[in-house]
């Protein structure tokens, strides 16, 4: 991800640079050492000057090496100009910034955000610069919550330091504006730009580029959302402006020239996008010397153009210029440079397939391998999972192409088992990689002997945050409180402190513990023999892989391994989508009416079908009777049962449907890897007891529990009659707890010392922070905020069951990440250690849910491994609820996922 060029620029020039240049600052620098040896105040203030003309000229390690000595100097000799040293820190983390080092920056911007806080408090106009920037590197390196939180306190800070509508506030909410871009959030994007021109359009001298700025970010979100029209009329307003303050006829010009490029490049039109790029990079070229990272964005959007245009010489020559540039600002290990890799690999890939030249193809080849190194190597060297979850959406297009080449010598050579291997390891990486890679984490702080005081501190800090996320969920979730809020962003605060210090926790970790640094990256995807070894005769493992521009699909048997091209992901998505509205429409309505069941019913029907047709109907003469299925994006959320591999001939008779779940039993994984890791898992502490079952919303006592903000949970009259069929199946240590007895603090001090943990309950999925799905259980009267146990919550939770079965809604889908999965309570569930869980993908019926629960325990009861006895029980529910009761929505929500074995 790559900043605007505009903020890039506002960033390099905001500053009072001194105007000596550095040869002449050198001289001065050797004649006071020579002459006036004692005089290190002086000595440091030239060096402060010397290494801001370093940084302008881009020569950012000699400006930090620069810095560094200067403040050297003042630490050991100017302990009382306490705001000096922060002024060279705040210099210090600026240039790492520039330089793309975003945890040294962060680093350096806290020590001098602490200095001027002590020095001249938080209404400083420094302090409000120092965390100006830190908000940017937090944004960069993809901590985008503790970046939102500083943004909101700029802009708080601002407004208490500058009169209304000052130029600085306006800055300040266009940095808001980058965050909520960043976070996808595109209509609170769009607000804040749009409150920043609203505030430049009021000034008595218009700034041009500032406005321009804005429109520029605008234009491109519109862009992202395909909302071609709008985009294309926003650049042509900054345009405007360029022109009617003169502003075409300097460097700055080149951005407004590059968005017209990008605009048409995306849309197609690929000699108009051409000639707006070469006129960029001719003004940029015509007005700076220097190279910077706005002239590499330059000649990277110019190649992709001259790719797309089947003029492979000059691409390759503009691919190569952006890598140089590059390497030279920021040396060969910088994380700009993974995306360098993967635009060669593709360029040689198209390169082969315009002239089938093969030596093009092992190019490409041998540039995505380097590509998965570098990427590999980034995500080892980051700690939060939101900055590791920021470079899998950015690599995500590269790893598709990286398949499309494997599949290309695939197809001249058949057999080549490596390619195949390599193929399968990109998909993969790309299915629930940061989930396996938290597990492995885990393994390792436990046999790595890191002190028991040392993880005593991680899991207080851990706490402490989930409690202010909680505190965070009641207000926005019950209170209905936005971003904006006072008290949700004082909250955000507090929990990016706490976030920055476990992170400085866990860097100690790596440093002082080196076995817990090998343990920890000792990882790799299970290799396809691997998995092939674990499937039985009966088995099939389908695992899709969505990228851009395919969808692809993994066809693995004990013997055999067939990789499909398949259909357009928007394609899918539109299926998907029409499928589970269709699915759930009417039976969630609020007002439910005729009209809306029947359109509903004949939508669900055509869309099942014609899934069935573009996902399954390649496979389905092969496909086994047991079925491991890794869904990919879009698909997540879709309980494959549901298909329909014919049209039903009497849309009213559901009994009579061509279901697949009358065919195969399904499992679901998030990745074939954490499917075999999730069936070799050993609990450090297996659970003692058999069964434990919670009903906190059973008839009798549903009545007395409501969340702290009075909002009350309604009876779920079947959860009773459920759990007590539960205690006939295992009367051997079962404990059932109903009513006030299902507490939270209760399932809490109970949940490891259990095999088997059934909650029906209460769920809520959250789309916008997958930390925030919870399970609401019963109240403890001395405390009302205890009533939710949320999925950050869990996380922290040592699970030893074999099987969590979470009889509630929507515990199975929640905030979708790309690259990585679903966020969900089941997720967290496998997190905390549990083999299997079965989870549901909407909001379930009471009664139904009884009796599909009841049959699956008797399937287990009977010694049935997990994904058939649900199958069973679906099948038995379909033959015993005719007519309407028969509709998918009633038995279809629920799923398996992980280990499918037997319960012992």
């Known amino acids: 991800m790559?900043?605007?060029?505009?903020?890039?620029?506002?960033?390099?020039?905001?500053?009072?640079?001194?105007?000596?240049?550095?040869?002449?600052?050198?001289?001065?620098?050797?004649?006071?050492?020579?002459?006036?040896?004692?005089?290190?105040?002086?000595?440091?203030?030239?060096?402060?000057?010397?290494?801001?003309?370093?940084?302008?000229?881009?020569?950012?390690?000699?400006?930090i090496a620069t810095y560094q000595e200067a403040l050297t100097l003042q630490q050991q000799w100017l302990p009382d100009t306490a705001q000096a040293i922060a002024h060279t820190q705040y210099l210090l983390g600026w240039t790492y910034l520039r330089r793309s080092t975003y945890n040294e920056a962060i680093e350096w911007l806290e020590k001098a955000a602490n200095n001027y806080l002590q020095t001249m408090g938080e209404t400083s106009i420094p302090y409000a610069d120092v965390l100006e920037k830190r908000t940017q590197a937090l944004l960069y390196n993809g901590r985008y919550t503790d970046a939102l939180a500083d943004a909101h306190r700029l802009l708080a800070l601002r407004k208490k330091l500058h009169p209304a509508n000052h130029t600085s506030i306006a800055k300040a909410s266009t940095i808001l504006g980058t965050q909520y871009k960043y976070l996808k959030k595109y209509p609170e994007s769009i607000q804040y730009y749009q409150n920043a021109l609203d505030t430049y359009f009021k000034e008595e001298t218009i700034n041009h580029n500032n406005i321009a700025a804005c429109y520029s970010e605008m234009g491109q979100i519109y862009l992202y959302q395909k909302d071609y029209p709008k985009s294309l009329a926003t650049f042509q307003r900054e345009d405007s402006i360029m022109i009617s303050g003169k502003e075409h006829l300097g460097p700055d010009y080149a951005y407004t020239c590059s968005d017209f490029g990008k605009y048409y490049l995306t849309t197609g039109n690929y000699p108009e996008a051409l000639r707006w790029q070469q006129?960029?990079?001719?003004?940029?070229?015509?007005?700076?010397?220097?190279?910077?990272?706005?002239?590499?964005?330059?000649?990277?959007?110019?190649?992709?153009?001259?790719?797309?245009?089947?003029?492979?010489?000059?691409?390759?020559?503009?691919?190569?210029t952006d890598a140089r540039i590059l390497e030279r600002l920021y040396g060969t290990s910088s994380s700009r440079l993974f995306h360098c890799n993967g635009e060669l690999g593709f360029l040689y890939l198209r390169w082969y397939q315009q002239t089938r030249d093969t030596a093009m193809l092992h190019k490409s080849q041998a540039c995505f391998r380097a590509f998965e190194l570098d990427i590999d190597y980034q995500m080892q060297s980051e700690l939060l999972p939101e900055a590791q979850q920021k470079l899998r959406n950015e690599s995500a297009r590269y790893f598709e192409r990286a398949m499309l080449t494997e599949l290309e010598v695939l197809q001249l050579e058949p057999g080549n088992k490596a390619t195949q291997e390599k193929a399968w390891q990109l998909s993969e990486k790309m299915h629930s990689f940061m989930l396996l890679a938290a597990s492995t984490e885990a393994q390792a702080r436990h046999f790595a002997g890191i002190p028991d005081d040392a993880l005593a501190q991680d899991l207080k800090l851990n706490e402490q945050r989930v409690q202010l996320d909680k505190k965070r969920l009641l207000l926005t979730e019950f209170q209905k409180l936005t971003s904006t809020d006072s008290a949700v962003q004082a909250l955000d605060i507090q929990i990016a402190g706490l976030k920055t210090e476990q992170a400085r926790l866990w860097r100690s970790f790596e440093v002082k513990y080196p076995e817990y640094y090998q343990l920890k990256y000792r990882f790799q995807p299970a290799s396809l023999s691997e998995i092939q070894q674990h499937l039985s005769p009966k088995q099939t493992l389908l695992e899709y892989f969505v990228g851009d521009s395919t969808l692809y699909l993994f066809e693995v048997t004990a013997?055999?391994?067939?990789?499909?091209?398949?259909?357009?992901?928007?394609?899918?998505?539109?299926?998907?989508?029409?499928?589970?509205?269709?699915?759930?429409?009417?039976?969630?309505?609020?007002?439910?009416?005729?009209?809306?069941?029947?359109?509903?019913?004949?939508?669900y029907a055509n869309a099942a079908h014609q899934l069935y047709q573009t996902i399954w109907k390649p496979i389905a003469d092969r496909a086994k009777e047991e079925i491991i299925l890794v869904p990919g994006e879009w698909l997540n959320n879709l309980p494959f049962e549901a298909l329909l591999s014919t049209p039903p001939a009497d849309p009213r008779a559901f009994s009579t449907y061509p279901f697949l779940v009358k065919k195969h039993h399904f499992q679901y994984a998030y990745s074939a890897t954490m499917w075999l890791e999730m069936q070799r898992r050993k609990h450090q502490h297996p659970a003692p007891n058999g069964l434990l079952a919670l009903a906190p919303f059973c008839h009798n006592s549903a009545p007395e529990n409501t969340c702290s903000s009075g909002n009350q949970w309604s009876a779920l009259p079947f959860s009773d009659e459920e759990v007590s069929l539960l205690q006939n199946r295992f009367t051997q240590n079962a404990k059932i707890l109903l009513g006030k007895e299902a507490a939270k603090s209760t399932f809490i001090q109970l949940a490891a010392q259990y095999r088997i943990l059934h909650l029906a309950t209460h769920g809520k999925a959250n789309p916008g922070d997958g930390g925030q799905c919870y399970l609401a259980l019963a109240e403890n009267p001395a405390d009302p905020n205890t009533t939710l146990l949320t999925a950050a919550e869990l996380y922290n939770l040592p699970i030893n069951a074999d099987l969590v079965v979470l009889s509630a809604c929507e515990t199975g889908i929640g905030e979708q990440l790309r690259g990585e999965g679903v966020l969900s309570l089941a997720r967290a569930f496998a997190y905390a250690g549990a083999k299997s869980i079965v989870a549901s993908l909407w909001r379930v019926n009471d009664q139904s849910t009884m009796q599909i629960m009841d049959a699956f325990y008797a399937g287990l009861k009977a010694g049935k491994t997990k994904h058939v006895a649900l199958g069973e029980a679906k099948q038995k529910y379909l033959l015993e609820n005719p007519g309407k009761n028969a509709h998918p929505f009633f038995w279809a929500a629920f799923v398996g996922l992980g280990d499918e074995s037997p319960i012992d």
């Open 2 to 63: 790559k900043a605007s060029f505009y903020l890039l620029l506002w960033m390099f020039c905001c500053y009072n640079l001194a105007a000596q240049a550095p040869d002449s600052l050198r001289t001065q620098l050797e004649e006071l050492r020579k002459f006036h040896p004692d005089d290190t105040k002086r000595e440091a203030e030239l060096l402060v000057k010397l290494g801001k003309q370093l940084q302008r000229k881009f020569k950012l390690d000699e400006a």
């Open 279 to 320: 006129k960029s990079i001719n003004i940029i070229t015509a007005h700076t010397q220097s190279d910077n990272t706005n002239v590499a964005s330059l000649y990277l959007y110019l190649g992709r153009t001259q790719a797309a245009m089947q003029q492979f010489p000059e691409a390759l020559a503009s691919f190569e």
């Open 559 to 603: 013997t055999n391994c067939r990789i499909h091209r398949m259909a357009t992901p928007d394609q899918v998505q539109q299926l998907a989508s029409s499928f589970l509205i269709g699915l759930t429409a009417y039976h969630t309505a609020v007002s439910p009416n005729p009209e809306l069941y029947q359109k509903s019913v004949l939508q």
